[in-house]
């Protein structure tokens, strides 16, 4: 079993900054990638941003140029620093994370989630 834990999340005024953490732990053998997944009331869960152990990263057009992921892969952490946040940037942000457990199982798992709320 894999445990992602979330913290970070809140509220904050438009064009404020929040900075999300997600920590893993557990079973791990090897974690591949790491990412932050959003869902918006009445929305479907898009992904926000993503970085693989190689340091690869891909984010959603949305964000680009204003959230930064970063990892700790020794703390098998994973960083969202949001800038400039907007109104449409409120949702329940995910953490997830895929690899390989002890044992060689693969795995895929989600964080519980943490609110983000952008507004005045």
């Known amino acids: 079993q894999v445990q992602l834990v979330e913290s970070g999340g809140g509220l904050v005024q438009p064009g404020g900054s929040l900075r999300l953490s997600c920590a893993a732990s557990?079973?791990?053998?090897?974690?591949?990638?790491m990412g932050w997944y959003r869902q918006a009331p009445g929305k479907q869960r898009e992904l926000v941003a993503a970085?693989?152990?190689?340091?690869?990263?891909n984010y959603a057009d949305s964000v680009k140029g204003r959230f930064t992921i970063s990892r700790d892969n020794a703390k098998n952490t994973v960083y969202l620093q949001m800038n400039s946040l907007k109104p449409e940037d409120t949702a329940v942000y995910y953490c997830?994370?895929?690899?390989?457990?002890?044992?060689?199982?693969?795995?895929?798992?989600w964080g519980q989630g943490t609110q983000v709320t952008v507004s005045s």
């Open positions: 997830n994370a895929e690899g390989l457990r002890l044992g060689g199982h693969g795995f895929r798992d």
């Open positions: 557990g079973s791990i053998f090897k974690i591949n990638a």
């Open positions: 970085e693989t152990s190689g340091g690869s990263t």
